[in-house]
């Protein structure tokens, strides 16, 4: 059964370009002259004083049930945008629909540094449900030059390295079973994110040198410590046409970049041996059983059960 086309993007300006307007504000100005950060609401839940701690861990790790293993996608803007535009998050969510919740904890700007500031924060030691699947991408901000001032993102290599040690040890011990997959930095297109930089910003010294090197030194570390790793400077440069095709402003992918993204990750899941085996196809369809509720035969005698249709998608995953 043929499934239908998604729709063209509409002719929007780049991303970089809006953020030009939406910076405009503030253009020029110190970092102390800025309006403090509004604290957001609390959106989680606080410990009842009238439950016991065994009935509050029991809430808190079945929110919604039944209870589904957990991968995270642990980043920066790579991460929190690849729900956007045909982005590799979403993909992955839709191939693990009804076998695992795909949970994103992605921040824009955000570099190595800052990720383990807060790390205990996003993966506390004493949560009741640990991740089965973690997926790490730093590395593209820290490897921005740096500014005159000292502020900017860039962290300096030995330190992106030992802060990329200090997050997986940490991933390490939230529980034996976890499996933790890092992505290195993608190549980039210089030209492109020249054209689409902000006005509202200092200039984004960016190379794809640089980020060879970071990639190179993130693969070096992830041998060294038995860590699953994908070479993305070197997976998007197998396409043809890579630094046109594969972005929308030089640095954050395209729908097409994303499904290189998508078909690495599957294929290191895929070959790895884990027991119990992640691989989508591998892994049991919430209520997937038989019913006979389910769509009508053509013989009018018994059902079919559409929890396996994957006809919908535009590519068939392996």
């Known amino acids: ?6 729709p063209s993007a509409n002719s929007n300006p780049s991303p970089l370009s809006r ?7 503030i253009s020029g100005r110190n970092v102390s002259d800025r309006a403090p950060t509004p604290r957001l609401p609390f959106l989680g839940f606080r410990r009842s004083p009238s439950s016991s701690s065994e009935e509050e861990e029991e809430r808190l790790g079945a929110m919604v049930g039944p ?7 642990f980043g920066s803007s790579i991460v929190q945008y690849s729900f ?8 992955l969510a839709d191939l693990y629909s009804r076998k695992a919740d795909i949970l994103v904890r992605g921040y824009t700007g955000w570099n190595s540094r800052r990720a383990l500031q807060v790390i205990d924060k996003i993966f506390p030691k004493d949560a009741p449900v640990q991740p089965s699947l973690v997926i790490v991408y730093f590395g593209g901000n820290d490897s921005m030059g740096p500014h005159p ?3 900017g993102p860039h962290v300096p290599l030995p330190e992106y390295v030992e802060n990329m040690r200090a997050i997986a040890n940490h991933l390490k011990s939230l529980s034996d079973n976890i499996r933790i997959i890092f992505l290195t930095c993608p190549p980039l297109n210089e030209e492109m994110l020249r054209k689409t930089s902000s006005a509202a910003l200092s200039e984004i010294v960016r190379t794809n ?10 693969i070096e570390l992830c041998k060294e410590m038995g860590i699953k790793v994908i070479d993305l400077w070197t997976a998007i440069q197998k396409r043809d046409n890579w630094d046109t095709a594969c972005f929308i402003d030089g640095i954050h992918f ?3 970049g994303s499904e290189i993204v998508v078909g690495e990750i599957l294929k290191v899941i895929k070959e790895a041996e884990w027991e119990p085996s992640l691989y989508w196809k591998s892994m049991p369809t919430e209520f997937g059983e038989d019913s006979p509720y389910d769509l009508v035969a053509s013989d009018g005698k018994s059902t079919v059960n559409p929890s396996g249709w994957t006809y919908y998608r535009k590519i068939q995953w392996d």
Do not use: I, K
């Open 254 to 256: 395209s729908s097409e």
């Open 67 to 73: 209870g589904r293993p957990q991968f995270v996608l």
């Open 1 to 6: 059964m043929d499934s239908s086309r998604l």
């Open 149 to 151: 001032s000292g502020l």
């Open 84 to 91: 956007s535009n045909g982005g590799w998050g979403a993909t």
């Open 19 to 25: 953020l030009s307007v939406l910076c405009s504000t």
């Open 209 to 218: 040198e640089t980020c060879r090197r970071y990639s190179d030194a993130c």
